[in-house]
């Protein structure tokens, strides 16, 4: 069956330090792939999305997520963490353009340490 | 505007009350969705609305009814539910139907059933 997985439940960082999130997937062919952030009381606001082309993708707020097909991976990066980015991150599947269901990971929330 | 706007923010109701959370976008949209998010998990997908008919239904139980009175307009009738059914709810919509379509989301309306 198609899954998400984000191993990490819980991850502390320091303000100004990098961020990297994990995300897998399961599924045979290249699926549509997302990132969403939701901040407490919230809902989900996309960051970014993969369909095709270019494996390194560029989203909002400085952050960035890279399609590595090999390792079944799509992991979430920023340079340098603000305070205001502690949140929930989703990592998501969409199986084909025309299925309306995404299909979200567990999600992995992010506290900023000042 | 790219807003979609829920209310109530918050509802209590017995389990022999009847009562209507309501969602509303006026970004031209013409796909909507309900979506169930309980505590620390992902949000699940409940409905699709497109063109204003039911285009999904993941097997939800009938004491949850969708209504889309107009493009703009999408309602989640509520009867007879049951404590489990505390959760977020959260409602969103989409140029069209599909995964490539954004998914802009409202910021929920947190039901609790006593």
């Known amino acids: 069956a198609q899954s998400v997985t984000q191993p990490d439940i819980h991850i502390t960082v320091s303000e100004g330090a990098s961020l990297e999130l994990r995300c897998n997937y399961s599924y045979g062919a290249t699926p549509y792939l997302f990132w969403y952030v939701q901040s407490p009381g919230q809902g989900l606001q996309l960051l970014l999305k993969y369909f095709s082309g270019d494996t390194l993708v560029q989203g909002i707020k400085g952050f960035e997520a890279e399609f590595k097909r090999s390792q079944s991976s799509f992991n979430l990066r920023k340079p340098s963490v603000h305070w205001s980015d502690a949140a929930e991150y989703f990592c998501?599947?969409?199986?084909?353009?025309?299925?309306?269901?995404?299909?979200f990971g567990s999600g992995t929330r992010l506290s900023i340490r000042p | 505007d790219t807003e979609v706007t829920q209310t109530p923010k918050h509802l209590v109701m017995g389990m022999t009350n009847k009562k209507s959370l309501k969602c509303e976008q006026h970004m031209g949209h013409r796909a909507m969705y309900w979506y169930k998010q309980k505590a620390k998990k992902p949000p699940e997908l409940m409905f699709v609305y497109s063109y204003e008919k039911l285009s999904i239904n993941e097997s939800v139980p009938s004491r949850f009814s969708p209504e889309c009175p107009n493009s703009s307009l999408l309602n989640l009738h509520l009867h007879a539910l049951q404590p489990e059914d505390s959760a977020l709810y959260l409602c969103a919509s989409s140029q069209g139907q599909g995964v490539t379509y954004e998914q802009y989301f409202g910021p929920g309306t947190r039901l609790t059933v006593t």
């Open positions: 998501a599947v969409g199986l084909y353009s025309s299925a309306s269901k995404i299909i």
